[in-house]
């Protein structure tokens, strides 16, 4: 697993630098109307995928658990293009949207840390990002109907948490990787 993820070690950068832009908009721009947000999240939940499936496709070859980085970027893309096709969406029904993904994600990841221990240390910033993106996701289920631009700043400080930790790994990856 680590000599493929640190060959595409830039995948997992190029997810971080997405994720951190999807949260400085967010930030910057409070007054977006619930129908910017749900296109801010379909084409970042688009785009994570893509590059998710990419990393997976790239690196199947020299280990088995490829299919984990494919399955959470297959998620990723469906709920994109969902969220993108219907973009009239309650409020409710976004933040479940979200909670999902990030559930799932958070899972994954966990999953991928747990592996990737056995070859690198420092394999706890992906854990870290999918035990935040499940903490997100049970926030989000908590109280779904404070609705999605109440939920802005919390949206916004997890996807750029979550970039930070995506790029961290990345470096470390290739780090470990070049060793």
Known sequence: MLQSLGKYWWVLVVRGLVAIGFGVIAYTSPGLTLASLVLFFGAFALVSGVFAVI????GREGHEDWWVLLLEGLLGI???AVTLRAPELTAVALVLYIAAWALITGVLQVVSAIRL???IEG???LGLSGLLS???AILLMIAPGAGALALLWVIAVY???WGVFLI???FRVRAAAAS
């Open 134 to 136: 499940i903490g997100f």
């Open 78 to 80: 469906v709920l994109g």
């Open 168 to 170: 961290l790994l990345g």
């Open 117 to 119: 221990r056995k070859e």
């Open 123 to 125: 394999e706890f910033w």
């Open 55 to 58: 990393g997976a496709i790239a």
């Open 159 to 161: 996807a750029v948490v």
